[in-house]
């Protein structure tokens, strides 16, 4: 399923927004800095451009929403 996916670092001149609309995946940007950890993800923050897999950010539909850092916190750990 991740044979097309992108394991680079993320890149300002090609986002992770733009490989992911281009269905390329990315790492977890999270995972990869806190966890050091590599999670293959479709989702990315609106905001910060960066992947983000489903444990490290808010999505409301397929593709798009804020991770952790950007958005509202999930109510969980408020
Ligand atoms: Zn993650
Ligand atoms: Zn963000």
New binding site residues.
């Given amino acids: 399923m991740w044979e097309n996916a992108y394991y680079g670092d993320y890149d300002n001149s090609d986002t992770d927004e733009t490989k992911i609309r281009r269905h390329i995946p990315v790492p977890?940007?999270?995972?990869?800095a806190?966890?050091r950890?590599l999670?293959v993800?479709l989702y990315y923050c609106a905001t910060c451009h960066q992947g983000?897999?489903?444990?490290?950010?808010n999505f409301a539909g397929p593709g798009r929403g804020r991770c952790i850092h950007c958005g509202p916190h999930p109510a969980a750990s408020s």
């Fill in positions: 977890c940007r999270t995972c990869e806190v966890l950890k999670t993800t983000f897999c489903n444990e490290h950010g």
